[in-house]
C-alpha cells in the first residue's frame, strides 16, 4: 500500500515545518512526515524550508545568519495565523517528540543552495541518538550529500530528489547507493514505478495535492507520496 507523507506537516492546512503541522499529520493518520533541515549560524540543525526566513516568519534574512536563539523569536505560522505562534522548531526537538510515534520521518537536506559544512554528520547524530535508524529517510536534490549520507551511515535510506526527466534513474542511483528515488510527480508513470522496482528502488514522488494525481498514483503503484493534505490522501487511498 501506498505510503503517504504529510510535507512538512499537513503544510496545506497548518503552518508549513511547525510542530503544530506535524502533529495534525499524526492525527489525520499519515503513514509518516517530511521536514527540511538547515544550519544556524551557530551550527544548531533547525526545521526550515526555505535558505531565507522571508517567506514563512516575520522575519527577514538568510537563515544561516541568525543564531537558534535569534531564530526561535520569529513566528513561523506563514499563512495560518489564526493558530498564533509558532516557532521554528529544532530536529532534536522534532525527533524526540517523533520517536513516541509511529511515524516514518523523511528529512530533506536543504544544501544545494548554500554549503552547510557539517549538516550531513549533525543529522545523522541526532537520528542515532534518538534510535530511529529504521525510520528515517535522508533525501536531497544534492546526490553528492546522499553519498556523504551513505557513507557515514550506510544503515538509513537515502533518496534522490529531481525535477527533470532522468535516463534510466535506476542505474544512477545504485552508483550512488541510493535506495528510492523522489521524483518531481510528473516524470512518473507505470512503467518508471516497474523499473524502479526491478532495481529494488522506492519510487516516492513529490508534491502530490490533486485527487486525480493522488489516483493516477496509487494507480502506477507507487510506494509513498509527498502532499500537503494527507487527509485526503488517506482517504482516497483507502476508498
Known sequence: MTKIFAHRGSAG?????????????????ADGIELDVQLTKDGTVVVIHDETVD??????GWVKDFTYRQLRRLNANYKFKQYG??????????LEWGKETSLLFNIELKN????????????????????????????????????TC???APAIETALLYMEKLHKPWQY????????????????????????????????????????????MFA??????????????IRLRDQ
Open 85 to 94: 505562534s509558532c516557532p521554528i522548531p529544532t530536529l532534536e526537538e522534532v
Open 173 to 216: 542511483a545504485k552508483t550512488l547507493h541510493a535506495s528510492a528515488l523522489h521524483p518531481y510527480h510528473p516524470t512518473v508513470d507505470r512503467y518508471f514505478v516497474e523499473m524502479a522496482h526491478r532495481h529494488q528502488l522506492s519510487v516516492r514522488p513529490f508534491t502530490i495535492n490533486k485527487e486525480e494525481q493522488m489516483k493516477k
Open 13 to 29: 492546512t497548518y503552518p508549513e515545518n511547525t510542530m503544530i503541522s506535524f502533529k495534525e499529520a499524526t492525527h489525520v493518520g
Open 55 to 60: 517567506r514563512t516568519t516575520d522575519g527577514k
Open 220 to 233: 502506477d503503484g507507487v510506494d509513498g507520496i509527498f502532499t500537503d493534505f494527507p487527509e485526503k490522501a
Open 112 to 147: 544545494s543552495l548554500i554549503f552547510y559544512e557539517g549538516l550531513e554528520e549533525k543529522t545523522i547524530e541526532l537520528v542515532r541518538f534518538f534510535g530511529m535508524e529504521d525510520r528515517v529517510i535522508f533525501s536531497s536534490f544534492n546526490h553528492e550529500s546522499m553519498a
Open 150 to 152: 551513505h557513507q557515514l
